[in-house]
């Protein structure tokens, strides 16, 4: 798995799917599951690495798919949504009314043996205030996975539980959640495992650029830069190694620059953390990259 998936939230998450995953063996129903968190913090990730998991298997009538992930479209009308599922199959016949489309789904999934359905960006159905709009394709889409009768995933940003406090049948089967949330730094356990996945996505780095990235004072520097989102320290350990050259040492100067690079274009000496001058705190202020969202609040809010 992605080194991500040794920190315990992920493994947790991870454990979760699989026993949603195994659940008909179980009891002989399917048990549902939803995934909530900001951006970034990584359902995409392990929703991508157990897909991987269970790749696709080749036989000489049909190909079986155990799992098919999709994102739910910016516009989820219900013809694009359905053509996003039958190219989760890996079908290339997209052609044909919306019906058509939602019908060759139920079959081909039916003949490919899926056992499992992970549907990401599920706020979509109600980004810029859409839910009335969308609410038949939700609607249909809860219809049709009832045929299906497969474990389905649902993941989405926090402002997804709208889709769900809105709509009684839905909330009903996909009653079990999973929280993700940004790594944090209150604790000494929880300061280690952000230490853990710097370390762990600094590998290939040698071994005196390392010891500097994962000292205390900068694993410090790192959470306010990234405030603690996978994605966007992911983007920052990039930006240095792109900012750097060859043989050249890891510096404040050098990782002051990577953050301007890939997080906070107009950070000046007091709202980058690589700064001398950065009084630690989290860049919560308007203006600031880390201003809590209307629509999904503080990243550390708890949902």
């Given at each position: ?65 155990p799992v098919v992930y999709i994102d739910v479209p910016a516009m989820p009308h219900s013809k694009q949504l359905a053509i996003n599922l039958v190219k989760g ?215």
């Amino acid at each position: 798995m992605h080194g991500i998936m040794r920190h315990p939230q992920y493994q947790a998450a991870w454990e979760r799917i699989e026993r949603c995953h195994k659940s008909i063996a179980r009891t002989g129903a399917p048990q549902n599951l939803r995934l909530i968190g900001v951006s970034g913090v990584g359902k995409s990730t392990i929703l991508s690495a157990y897909r991987e998991a269970y790749p696709p298997v080749f036989h000489a009538e049909y190909t079986e798919v155990p799992v098919v992930y999709i994102d739910v479209p910016a516009m989820p009308h219900s013809k694009q949504l359905a053509i996003n599922l039958v190219k989760g199959l890996g079908c290339t016949d997209l052609h044909g009314t919306a019906p058509q489309l939602w019908d060759r789904f139920i079959a081909l999934a039916k003949k490919c043996g899926v056992t499992l359905l992970l549907i990401d960006e599920v706020q979509h159905f109600v980004d810029r205030g859409r839910l009335s709009t969308y609410s038949a394709t939700a609607d249909l889409l809860k219809q049709r996975l009832s045929e299906l009768k497969v474990p389905t995933v649902m993941a989405g940003a926090p402002r997804s539980r709208l889709l769900f406090e809105a709509n009684n049948q839905l909330r009903s089967r996909f009653k079990p959640s999973v929280a993700f949330y940004p790594f944090r730094i209150n604790s000494v356990e929880e300061f280690n495992r952000f230490r853990t996945v710097i370390s762990t996505i600094t590998q290939d780095f040698d071994d005196s650029s390392r010891r500097f990235l994962i000292s205390d004072d900068l694993v410090t520097r790192f959470f306010f830069a990234t405030d603690g989102i996978f994605r966007n320290l992911s983007d920052l350990i990039d930006g240095i190694r792109f900012s750097r050259n060859a043989g050249d040492p890891c510096n404040l100067e050098l990782l002051a620059i990577a953050f301007r690079e890939t997080i906070f274009a107009s950070a000046d000496s007091t709202t980058n953390p690589f700064s001398l001058k950065f009084v630690m705190r989290r860049l919560m202020e308007v203006g600031e990259p880390y201003m809590p969202s209307p629509m999904d609040g503080d990243n550390h809010a708890i949902y």
